[in-house]
Every structure is written in structure tokens, then in C-alpha cells.
């Protein structure tokens, strides 16, 4: 029989759900990752290594015989977020990652994202890994240039998981360039 692993790798959390292929819940396990990191104010980040080593502590509540038998992994989890990384990428080598710029991020003031062009009209916000990606590059490009490679943290995830050349994803949906202007 075979089951369907889900991750979610949340703000706070970490979730994991195991279901058979008729989407009947086998188990799920949920830990708090407290990942953040101390930074200047009002930047808000976490730490990449200390949520895959809670992540990978959380597989230990599931059952070998089952997990040995998903053939199906989906990953969800912060959309707004982005973390940088380099092709020769190691969760123990820090150098070869970033932390992980979390959508609660307020580096960018709201003269800074006004002055970003918008082809659609709309606005940016403060976090999303677009505004947070142009930040970087203007004011930390010593930081910004030394990766390969940028994306969420299921990005991120999956591409390490997979052994993966690059990332396929709609930037325009995970940069929040696409995001309503309502309530940012």
C-alpha cells in the first residue's frame, strides 16, 4: 500500500501528515520550530538549519514500515518568505545559505517599495521575496552575490531533496508581486 507524505513548514510549526491513497489519515505530528533568529529591528528572519534539524526529528514519531512506502511527498507551507543558496549547498556549511527572510520582515519602508516598478499597477509589501530580493540587492549585494539560487523554504526543501538543477516555480506568485495591496 502506498501513502501520501505532507509537509508544511510553517512560521512556527512544523506539520507532518501521512495519508493512504484514499486520503484517510494514517498519522500526523506537529513541532514547534522556534527558529528565529536575533537581527535589528525590523527585520524578521530564521534560521534554515534549525528547521530542517526539526524536520528531519519529526520523522522519528512515524512508523519506518510506512514512511518506507510514501510514494508521494507535497510541501507547503510560508509562501512570502525567501532564503538564498549556492549550488555547492550544505546544511552544514552556513556559507552556503542565507536565513530565511520570513513575510513579517519590515526591512523595506514604504518609500523604498513605492520606488519599485509595477507594470500591473499594485502595490508590494514588506517580506515578500520580491521587495526583499530587490532590498538585498541594493543595500547587502556583497550578501546577495554570493548564492546561486533563491526560493520559499519548501523551495528550498525540494530542490535539496531532489537533487534538482534548478527551481521551477511562478515567481511572480511566491515574490508576492501578485498580492492584493489590501492590508499591506
Not at 535589528?40 to 528547521?51: F, N
Request: net charge negative.
Amino acid at each position: 500500500m502506498g501513502y501520501v507524505l505532507a509537509i508544511d513548514v510553517g512560521t512556527t510549526n512544523l506539520k507532518i501528515s501521512i495519508t493512504d491513497m484514499n486520503q484517510q489519515l494514517v498519522s500526523s505530528f506537529s513541532k514547534r520550530h522556534n527558529a528565529y533568529v536575533e537581527v535589528a529591528s525590523p527585520k524578521c528572519e530564521m534560521d534554515v538549519q534549525k528547521i530542517w534539524k526539526h524536520l528531519i526529528e519529526c520523522f522519528d514519531f512515524f512508523n519506518f514500515d510506512v514512511l518506507n512506502n510514501v510514494h508521494t511527498i507535497a510541501f507547503t507551507g510560508q509562501m512570502h518568505g525567501v532564503v538564498q543558496w549556492s549550488k555547492n549547498f550544505s546544511f552544514d556549511n552556513r556559507s552556503t545559505y542565507s536565513t530565511l527572510v520570513t513575510w513579517e520582515d519590515g526591512r523595506c519602508t514604504k518609500a523604498f517599495l513605492r520606488s519599485i516598478p509595477m507594470d500591473d499597477g499594485r502595490n508590494l509589501c514588506s517580506g515578500y521575496g520580491f521587495s526583499t530580493l530587490i532590498h538585498k540587492y541594493q543595500f547587502d549585494f556583497e550578501e546577495f552575490g554570493k548564492f546561486d539560487y533563491c526560493g520559499t523554504i519548501m523551495d528550498l526543501f525540494v530542490w535539496y531533496l531532489g537533487k534538482l538543477d534548478c527551481v521551477m516555480c511562478n515567481c511572480r506568485v511566491w515574490t508576492g508581486k501578485y498580492q492584493s495591496a489590501a492590508g499591506c
